[in-house]
């Protein structure tokens, strides 16, 4: 079945990378830096931050508050 849904169905590269971020973030043991996240993901800083503002309003991640 995942395979008709692979060929129908456009990948979209934007939830990937939002995915991507949450299992890193999950997998993380301490505070991370924007450029460190970014660049652990090969994402630009923008895009990365674009992502995790959209999670922190949305209630999944937060700021700690120092930074």
């Given at each position: 079945m995942s395979t008709i849904i692979e060929k129908t169905t456009q990948k979209n590269q934007s939830t990937d990378k939002v995915f991507r971020l949450?299992?890193?973030?999950?997998?993380?043991?301490?505070?991370?830096?924007?450029?460190?996240?970014a660049?652990?993901?090969?994402?630009?800083?923008s895009t990365a931050l674009r992502f995790l503002k959209s999670m922190e309003s949305?209630?999944?991640?937060?700021?700690?508050?120092?930074?």
């Open positions: 949450l299992e890193f973030l999950a997998k993380a043991n301490e505070p991370l830096r924007l450029q460190v996240i660049e652990s993901l090969e994402m630009n800083c949305n209630g999944y991640i937060k700021q700690e508050p120092e930074t």
